[in-house]
T-cell receptor
Framework: GAGVSQSPRYKVAKRGQDVALRCDPISGHVSLFWYQQALGQGPEFLTYFQNEAQLDKSGLPSDRFFAERPEGSVSTLKIQRTQQEDSAVYLCASSLGGTGTWDGYTFGSGTRLTVV | KNQVEQSPQSLIILEGKNCTLQ??????????LRWYKQDTGRGPVSLTIMTFSENTKSNGRYTATLDADTKQSSLHITASQLSDSASYICVVPSGTYKYIFGTGTRLKVLA
């Protein structure tokens, strides 16, 4: 596609519910990133995929967070047993090259998750 | 610890006025610094990229400066417009793929 597409745009979940957030990167982009942006804060790194390989998941805040990119294109970020502190905007970004190539990210518009 | 700090946290100016946003970073090793604009409800969009050897770069009404010795960057907006109202985020790569984002400056331009 022309840009990075994320869905849903908004998600309200009851505490304890599982959620799945989807990211469609730009076609052909090798790298895919997930960031978490709390209200009034800058985005914070969650995880990085190069094609289907998850090279870095050091930013995932707990084992309730799980991300996958099984075919090297679409990615899903899953949060199990959501907690109120999970409320944030989840940004997906993609980049044409792999590690070491600074061609920059293109961000999606994000999914705003509110846990009530 | 790799950090990016921005000031001011928020800023309100009248349409047509100029403003300057500041960014200090402690990320090492340093390769480049980027300024992003984030409209409400949207993802960040790149404004400019400053490499180690660049001191000043302009993109329309936006001019970024970089002092690699003092590890400071600024973003100057000239003749502000209502559409400039957004968050401006300073970003420095850490390692080969990870970005360290500042907390941003929220700019509001009033008519």
């Amino acid at each position: 596609g022309a840009g990075v597409s994320q869905s849903p745009r908004y998600k309200v979940a009851k505490r304890g519910q599982d959620v799945a957030l989807r990211c469609d990167p730009i076609s052909g982009h090798v790298s895919l990133f997930w960031y978490q942006q709390a209200l009034g804060q800058g985005p914070e790194f969650l995880t990085y995929f190069q094609n289907e390989a998850q090279l870095d998941k050091s930013g995932l805040p707990s084992d309730r967070f799980f991300a996958e990119r099984p075919e090297g294109s679409v990615s899903t970020l899953k949060i199990q047993r959501t907690q109120q502190e999970d409320s944030a905007v989840y940004l997906c970004a993609s980049s044409l090259g792999g590690t070491g190539t600074w061609d920059g990210y293109t961000f999606g518009s994000g999914t705003r998750l509110t846990v009530v | 610890k790799n950090q990016v700090e921005q000031s001011p946290q928020s800023l309100i100016i009248l349409e047509g006025k100029n403003c300057t946003l500041q960014c200090n970073y402690t990320v090492s090793p340093f390769s480049n610094l980027r300024w992003y604009k984030q409209d409400t409800g949207r993802g960040p969009v790149s404004l400019t990229i400053m490499t180690f050897s660049e001191n000043t770069k302009s993109n329309g009404r936006y001019t970024a400066t970089l002092d690699a010795d003092t590890k400071q960057s600024s973003l100057h907006i000239t003749a502000s417009q209502l559409s400039d109202s957004a968050s401006y985020i300073c970003v420095v790569p850490s390692g080969t793929y990870k970005y360290i984002f500042g907390t941003g400056t929220r700019l509001k331009v009033l008519a």
